[in-house]
């Protein structure tokens, strides 16, 4: 998210409290792993068939249902979590990480388990940007920040501080 800008939609309008940023950001997981695993199957099915054209319309379409499922659990299980995501929880559903990560394992041609790792550690490292971006917003608010600063601006300014800050972790080997 911070160096494709994959799911910047719910990391900027979802992470105004740590809580409600957790949650989307379980949420968000749970989609992008069970959807690459899904995907994944369908992928094969659409190579068996020779029909790799619908690559996108299929997954899209696997993403959706994930969705809905999930927006109906959550809305049975936690209604306080729920109001708080108003508008966010179906945009998963656009969410262009899920997919992205949905793509990335086909492009990659990840087998079965590094699907499944590459996927949920996927979901990990968007909770984590996410959640820490959240607790630097709350921070933000009882902060002395220039009127024009106030509000999405800083939040924007904060973003790119955030990325930069995780870019340095990327020339790192293991």
């Not at 949420?27 to 996108?56: D, G, P, W």
């Not at 995501?85 to 969410?95: A, E, Q, R, S, V």
């Amino acid at each position: 998210m911070l160096v494709k800008f994959l799911g910047i939609c719910p990391f900027l309008g979802v992470s105004k409290k740590v809580g409600t940023a957790v949650g989307m950001s379980v949420a968000v997981t749970f989609v992008m792993t069970v959807a690459s695993v899904v995907t994944y199957f369908v992928q094969m099915l659409l190579v068996h068939f020779n029909i790799e054209y619908m690559q996108t319309v299929a997954f899209i379409l696997v993403i959706a249902v994930l969705v809905q499922v999930v927006e109906m659990a959550i809305q049975k299980f936690s209604p306080a979590l729920y109001g708080a995501l108003g508008i966010y929880l179906p945009l998963i559903t656009t969410n262009c990480a899920v997919l992205g990560v949905a793509l990335l394992n086909v492009q990659e041609s990840f087998d079965f388990v590094h699907t499944l790792v590459y996927s949920f550690s996927a979901g990990l490292s968007f909770m984590l940007a996410i959640v820490l971006f959240a607790g630097v917003r709350e921070r933000l608010e009882t902060a002395d920040v220039p009127k024009a600063l106030q509000g999405f601006p800083i939040a924007l300014v904060t973003a790119g501080l955030l990325a930069l800050a995780f870019l340095g972790f990327s020339g790192m080997k293991f």
